[in-house]
């Protein structure tokens, strides 16, 4: 699959847009919450500025579809999370995280629903995986409210954790997700 040029997307709450350096900041402060980054594999704790740069520095112009990031802006609020996609093992993977205070709004839904909508329209993909932490419960609710499936159980390192945690394996498909849609 081609490279994608700078991709942003509107929902009726937000703006999905391409990660820039001016998030740095934001990414930071919310990253370096435990809350947040004890739900997540690839996030060190603590998070600092400079890691935020650094991640922000990969995010290069015309990454493929199954590499692309989306940062999550609620108008009047600013930046919130992120979605986004990177390749594992078996396909494309769904990763999503939000700052505390966006929390049990209904954000992330919109979101990844926008994300899915975009990536199965991008991409010839018929499979997304995801998962969870077993004890991120918000997380799995909403794979399950859009139609992601259990897999399985595995582990998975947990850098902010320092330890192999205890993962929710999930998958969507394309059909299951276009039938949801119509």
């Known amino acids: 699959m081609e490279g994608c040029m700078s991709v942003s997307l509107t929902t009726q709450n937000l703006l999905l847009r391409q990660p820039e350096l001016g998030d740095a900041e934001p990414i930071a402060r919310f990253l370096n919450d435990f809350g947040v980054a004890g739900n997540l594999a690839r996030v060190p704790f603590p998070y600092h500025l400079s890691d935020a740069k650094?991640?922000?520095?990969?995010?290069?112009?015309?990454?493929?579809?199954?590499?692309?990031t989306f940062s999550i802006e609620v108008p009047g609020?600013?930046?919130?999370?992120?979605?986004?996609?990177?390749?594992?093992?078996?396909?494309?993977?769904?990763?999503?995280?939000l700052?505390?205070?966006?929390?049990?709004?209904?954000?992330?839904?919109e979101a990844v629903i926008a994300s899915?909508?975009?990536?199965f329209g991008a991409s010839n993909h018929d499979v997304v995986y995801s998962g969870v932490f077993h004890f991120n419960l918000a997380s799995l609710a909403i794979q399950t409210k859009l139609g992601f499936t259990q897999t399985g159980r595995s582990t998975l390192l947990c850098l902010a954790r320092d330890a192999e945690v205890e993962?929710?394996?999930?998958?969507?498909?394309?059909?299951?997700w276009k039938a949801r849609t119509q």
């Open 54 to 68: 650094g991640w922000l520095r990969t995010r290069a112009p015309n990454l493929p579809v199954e590499e692309i």
């Open 77 to 97: 609020e600013g930046f919130a999370g992120h979605v986004g996609y990177h390749l594992g093992p078996q396909g494309p993977i769904l990763g999503y995280w």
């Open 99 to 109: 700052g505390r205070p966006f929390w049990g709004r209904g954000v992330m839904t």
């Open 116 to 119: 899915l909508d975009w990536f």
């Open 167 to 176: 993962h929710i394996d999930t998958k969507l498909t394309r059909s299951v």
